[in-house]
Nanobody, 123 residues
Framework: QVQLVESGGGLAQTGGSLRLSCAASGRTFNVYVMGWFRQAPGKEREFVSAVTWSGSRQDYADSVKGRFTISRDTAKNTVYLQMNNLKPEDTAVYYC????????????????WGQGTQVTVSS
């Protein structure tokens, strides 16, 4: 099992920044890729970004490219999502997730999930 705890959400103004953190514990040696997803009210959960635990590969949703940056600190077992130039449409609950087997941007592939952290961007 892998436990994930997100932090860093909150309220930001349009154009502002927030940094989300996801601390992993447990059998982290089994993790192949860490991802960030988000879910706005009344919408499906959507992929935001992902990075392999080795750092060899990363990807972003088109809607956040150039504004969000994913990174990881293997010594701290933590993944970060730096969010810049925030827009009201970024408002959502952000979830950290871990997948042990292979690369994917599909939520159903991820086995382990954090509890989520709310990000609200005011216009």
């Amino acid at each position: 099992q892998v436990q994930l705890v997100e932090s860093g959400g909150g309220l930001a103004q349009t154009g502002g920044s927030l940094r989300l953190s996801c601390a992993a514990s447990g059998r982290t040696f089994n993790v192949y890729v860490m991802g960030w997803f988000r879910q706005a009210p009344g919408k499906e959960r959507e992929f935001v970004s992902a990075v392999t635990w080795s750092g060899s590969r990363q990807d972003y949703a088109d809607s956040v490219k150039g504004r969000f940056t994913i990174s990881r600190d293997t010594a701290k077992n933590t993944v970060y999502l730096q969010m810049n130039n925030l827009k009201p449409e970024d408002t959502a609950v952000y979830y950290c997730a871990a997948a042990p087997r292979f690369w994917s941007t599909i939520a159903s592939v991820y086995d382990f999930w954090g509890q989520g952290t709310q990000v609200t961007v005011s216009s």
